[in-house]
């Protein structure tokens, strides 16, 4: 039993440590807010959801079935719609507002918790981790994600540092329920998963140029679609 729990969390590994960068990029981010102008600020956020805009786009183009994507993201959206996640991570964040008295934290929270768990290295390395032990994709996205999460909690508050709760729940399932989906995690469906997640990235930036508002939050069940999919043809052998 000591030694079953004791895997689980070797395989975690990897996740506990993104969690840490964000955490940690995070801290550093907020000590450096104070000397960076408002008017900087405002400029980096718009220079960074052009980024964030071009990455979903690179990503979402290397899906190799259309139809599938599109579905996808119409029943991810229903499901979405029906438990309302975009309320339920929002109700999460106030929470947290009102119990630790941070101010407001929400949309650095729900926007910093999609960049970091719809990407393609989130949902590859924490199949690599379940999988194989090797941690290596997901050490590479915590330097990654520890930089951003600098620039994000400098623009967009200390809800940032809470999104590293989400990372470590998302990831971690992924990682443990990987040994139990081998059968189905194969290049074609991950790929797919990963251009799901893309688009909702392309959204992300959108968001973030202030102009309207996408609840992306409830597309995230959108991104499991090519998984349930590829789990029917493999059941029923289509």
Known sequence: MLLYFYNRGEKMLGTIVNAVAIVIGSI?????????????????????????????????????NIILLIFSIAIGAIIGEILDIDALLNKFGNHIEKRFNVGRISQGFITATLIYCVGAMAIVGSIESGLTGNHA???????????TAIIFSSSLGIGVMFSAISVIIYQGIITIGASFLKNILIDSTITQMSAVGSLLIMGIGFNM???????LANLLPAIFIPLVYQLIITLFNI
Request: overall charge positive.
């Open 137 to 147: 994709t997901l050490y590479a996205k915590s330097t990654i994600d520890g930089l």
């Open 209 to 215: 140029l202030g102009d309207f508002k996408i609840k």
């Open 28 to 64: 550093i981010g907020q000590l450096i807010k104070k000397l960076s102008p408002d008017k900087f600020n405002d400029t980096l956020m718009k220079g960074l959801a052009l980024s964030v805009i071009f990455i979903g786009i690179s990503g979402a183009m290397k899906s190799s």
